[in-house]
């Protein structure tokens, strides 16, 4: 089986493009590359373009919510080189979050920034079609962000998801009846009248 992608230090990308595109790198990590918000789709075309880093792949993006900030994560692969490239753009607007659109440089944008605007709120500027990927038009929050307090954001109550205990864990008074045939307790089997008699 061929060995997957080697990952580029992210030391050696952000030389690169700090030499091509001046002021556009923020930060550097071993495993990745910080770069402007307002730059990243330069910095984007130019991976993709060069004919050392060839990133011609957008295979993943995704985001980061830091209560704080937003973090957008781009993977980029290249398929001819075998590599890979982690870019991260900061959105220090946490209210309201743009970013310019990477839909111009990988068309695969169009569907991975319109989850992200989903789930998280970042609006991408310059996608063609951004809209709700999952929820519906209207939906008045973002389920992946931290403040996401679920139905109590959404209802004005205090409402909390799952059960408030176990089910039968109060016998007279259940949150759920199960399918009987998942019960498999004596007390069950002889309410049905299929108790396992004795010596079977």
Do not use: C
């Not at 990133?55 to 980029?76: K, P």
């Amino acid at each position: 089986m061929p060995a997957g992608p080697h990952q580029l230090l992210g030391h050696r990308v952000a030389d690169a493009i700090e030499a091509a595109l001046p002021g556009a790198v923020t930060g550097r990590h071993v495993e990745w590359v910080e770069v402007r918000s307002d730059r990243v789709r330069d910095v984007l075309r130019w991976l993709h373009d060069s004919e050392a880093f060839d990133a011609a792949q957008l295979s993943n993006l995704t985001s980061v919510d830091r209560h704080t900030h937003f973090e957008v994560v781009y993977h980029l692969q290249s398929l001819d080189l075998n590599h890979q490239v982690v870019v991260k753009a900061i959105v220090e607007d946490h209210e309201d979050p743009l970013l310019p659109s990477s839909y111009p440089v990988y068309k695969g944008a169009l569907l991975q920034e319109r989850e992200v605007y989903d789930l998280m709120g970042i609006r991408f500027d310059g996608h063609p079609d951004l809209r709700r990927l999952f929820l519906w038009e209207g939906y008045p929050a973002f389920p992946l962000r931290k403040d996401f307090l679920g139905l109590g954001q959404i209802t004005g109550k205090a409402v909390t998801p799952g059960l408030q205990r176990f089910p039968f864990e109060d016998k007279e008074s259940p949150d759920r009846m199960l399918n009987a045939g998942n019960i498999v307790t004596g007390e069950r089997e002889a309410a049905s009248g299929n108790a396992p008699q004795a010596g079977h």
